[in-house]
């Protein structure tokens, strides 16, 4: 009988573990999600940024719709000049300047 006894008892210790273990499992997954809608607001509201930066400079731009806008995008992006501003840019990112 006490060695039935000394397995229930292992068996019980071993339930509680697995309930501890499942627990933390838990946390950890709930603090990744957070951490992900975290980084997913931040960059929607970096993403905002840039675009009410793009609207303030270009209010025509407004009128556009999404697919034209692209299009200007992809035509202005694609010059030599502008390729060479953004490289600049981005060298100097870091640099002091503000983020």
Same mark, same amino acid.
């Given at each position: 009988m006490e060695n039935k006894e000394k397995t229930l008892e292992q068996l019980a210790a071993a339930q509680l573990k697995?309930?501890?273990?499942e627990h933390k499992i838990q946390l950890l997954q709930n #603090? *990744?999600? /957070? %951490?992900?809608?975290?980084?997913? #607001? &931040? #960059?929607? /509201?970096? %993403?905002?940024?840039m675009?009410?930066?793009i &609207?303030?400079?270009? *209010?025509?731009?407004?009128?556009?719709?999404?697919?034209?806008f692209y299009a200007l995008m992809e035509q202005i992006f694609a010059l030599t000049a502008v390729q060479e501003l953004v490289a600049e840019a981005i060298q100097n990112h870091g640099m002091g300047g503000d983020c």
């Open positions: 697995v309930q501890q273990y #603090r *990744k999600k /957070h %951490l992900e809608k975290k980084a997913d #607001r &931040q #960059r929607t /509201h970096h %993403l905002c940024n675009g009410g930066a &609207q303030s400079i270009s *209010k025509e731009a407004d009128s556009l719709t999404k697919v034209e």
